[in-house]
């Protein structure tokens, strides 16, 4: 069974700066395609970023976060990465990760269970 933990998030200013991690046991990340998400209470999950497997050459973002994150992987770490700068209080949501059926459709695989997500808290 695969366990997902989210980790790096916390408090931050406006314009700061933060690198979330994915690390998966269980079974290997660089055999799927990655992406990252994001909830806000009230709402649904919602995309963010992806990346594909396995080199992570295709890239793709949510409009509201292009030019701020960057998605990234490091298959030898098992490890799926979000840099992400410039914050807003807007992106103020629990972080989680997850497997997607394809990085083109960021539909989550549905074979992987989620994590406990990272909280990450953009206010001044």
């Known amino acids: 069974q695969v366990q997902l933990v989210e980790s790096g998030g916390g408090l931050v200013r406006p314009g700061g700066s933060l690198r979330l991690s994915c690390v998966a046991s269980g079974r290997t990340l660089s055999s799927s395609d990655m992406g990252w998400f994001r909830q806000t209470p009230g709402k649904e999950r919602e995309f963010v970023a992806a990346i594909s497997w396995p080199t992570g050459t295709g890239t793709r973002y949510t409009d509201s976060v292009k030019g701020r994150f960057t998605i990234s992987r490091d298959n030898a770490k098992n490890t799926v990465f979000l840099q992400m700068i410039s914050l807003k209080p807007e992106d103020t949501a629990v972080y989680y990760c997850?497997?997607?059926?394809?990085?083109?459709?960021?539909?989550?695989?549905?074979?992987?269970?989620w994590g406990q997500g990272t909280q990450v808290t953009v206010s001044s």
């Open positions: 997850n497997a997607l059926l394809n990085w083109r459709t960021t539909t989550p695989r549905g074979d992987w269970d």
